[in-house]
């Protein structure tokens, strides 16, 4: 499964007054998060992934994307979350940095939102500092917190190595 995105860039401190923002949303170890869909190029259903030796615990490997080689990501690790089971094959976002691509793999890839900017707050206190160290901030929907990633600070310390 590929869906093909616009690729634009986005904004880095979430929609400005009186905009709406469009996140597609994701769910990792049972936590919905948010990327601007601007920075999204693909989303992919479960993929064969090559290894790659002495690679950190959050890179998962590498995939071919239409001839193209993609980093892919385990994020779990990044924000402090439990290994996913092997049973459950997981799906993956592909986003660009800098003119590379990283493929995050993540539970389950959700809908599209958009979000006002009224309901956008900055990332709480009470936020585990490891999701707020890659968080431009929050929503809350119908009793939860859609925590919105920001790729830069996400993927930043891969993409400098």
Request: hydrophobic share 45%.
């Amino acid at each position: 499964m590929t869906a093909n995105l616009p690729a634009t860039t986005s904004k880095s401190a979430g929609p400005a007054a009186g905009d709406h923002e469009d996140l597609i949303t994701l769910t990792i170890a049972g936590q919905r998060f948010g990327i601007p869909v601007p920075r999204v190029q693909d989303v992919l259903g479960p993929q064969r992934i090559t290894r790659v030796p002495l690679a950190s615990s959050e890179i998962a490997g590498s995939l071919n994307l239409r001839g193209r080689i993609v980093t892919a990501v385990d994020v779990r690790p990044r924000l402090g979350l439990p290994a996913r089971s092997q049973d459950r094959p997981g799906m993956s976002v592909v986003v660009d940095l800098h003119g590379e691509l990283y493929s995050l793999m993540v539970d389950e890839v959700g809908e599209v939102l958009s979000l006002a900017a009224d309901g956008f707050e900055r990332a709480p206190a009470t936020l585990d500092p490891r999701w707020r160290d890659v968080s431009g901030g929050i929503h809350r929907l119908d009793g939860t917190l859609l925590v919105v990633l920001e790729i830069e600070r996400l993927l930043g310390s891969l993409a400098a190595a």
